[in-house]
């Protein structure tokens, strides 16, 4: 079964600054989706971004950037020029290529100093 | 436009009582899905709707009964819940281009947040 970690429970970062949130996941198939979810107190579900497996090219969304290693099954989510708006729950997420679930990591909270 | 919609935004029910959330998308979606949050923990699937068809069912107890009336909307009825049941619950849709097969992003709604006394 495949698995997602995320091994950060909680991060700080001073606005403006960068802030790096970590990501593994175990599975043995080849061809698969990433994504990350932000989740603010208001706890709407917010795609922030998605990755394909098969495309080597890192993912970006704006100020949101992803680092994906496959052979490392590490997909880190780097956020540039945090905003005060950035503080939130943020889950990774993997979906196989072929099928309807979506399995989560634990999540980390990212708190946004001003 | 990639919206989900879910009423009542909260809801607060006595054990014996029946209710109904709502969930509803007009994106053209054939898969939608329900799923329960509890704080600080990530969502958990529940139902997934496939065509209009229920396709996954995560060995949810019974007093939880999904309907999808059509492909916009999506239904979750609940009867004589227990204190423990007390959660968010997220809808989601996403294309389905196969029934039962490849899903495209998932896009959730805001949540009803479901108080059991």
């Known amino acids: 079964a495949q698995t997602v970690t995320q091994s950060q429970p909680e991060m700080s970062v001073q606005e403006a600054e960068t802030v790096t949130l970590s990501c593994t996941y175990d599975?043995?198939?080849?061809?698969?989706?990433l994504f990350w979810y932000k989740q603010p107190p208001s706890r709407q579900m917010i795609l922030v971004i998605r990755q394909e497996a098969y495309k080597q090219q890192n993912a970006t969304e704006n100020r949101f950037s992803v680092n994906f290693q496959k052979a490392a099954k590490s997909f880190s989510l780097k956020i540039s020029d945090s905003q005060l708006g950035d503080a939130a729950m943020y889950f990774c997420?993997?979906?196989?290529?072929?099928?309807?679930?979506?399995?989560f990591g634990a999540g980390t909270i990212l708190r946004v100093k001003s | 436009d990639t919206e989900v919609t879910q009423t009542p935004k909260h809801l607060v029910m006595g054990m014996t009582n029946k209710k109904s959330l709502k969930c509803e998308q007009h994106?053209?979606?054939?898969?939608m899905y329900w799923y329960k949050q509890k704080a600080k923990k990530p969502p958990e699937l529940m139902f997934v709707y496939s065509y209009e068809k229920l396709s996954i069912n995560e060995s949810v107890p019974s007093r939880f009964s999904p309907e999808c009336p059509n492909s916009s909307l999506l239904n979750l009825h609940l009867h004589a819940l227990q204190p423990e049941d007390s959660a968010l619950y997220l809808c989601?849709?996403?294309?389905?281009?196969?029934?039962?097969?490849?899903?495209?992003?998932?896009?959730f709604g805001p949540g009803t947040r479901l108080t059991v006394l």
């Open positions: 994106m053209g979606h054939r898969a």
């Open positions: 599975t043995s198939e080849s061809d698969y989706y």
């Open positions: 997420a993997y979906r196989a290529q072929y099928g309807n679930k979506l399995v």
């Open positions: 989601a849709s996403s294309q389905d281009r196969l029934a039962g097969g490849f899903t495209d992003t998932q896009y």
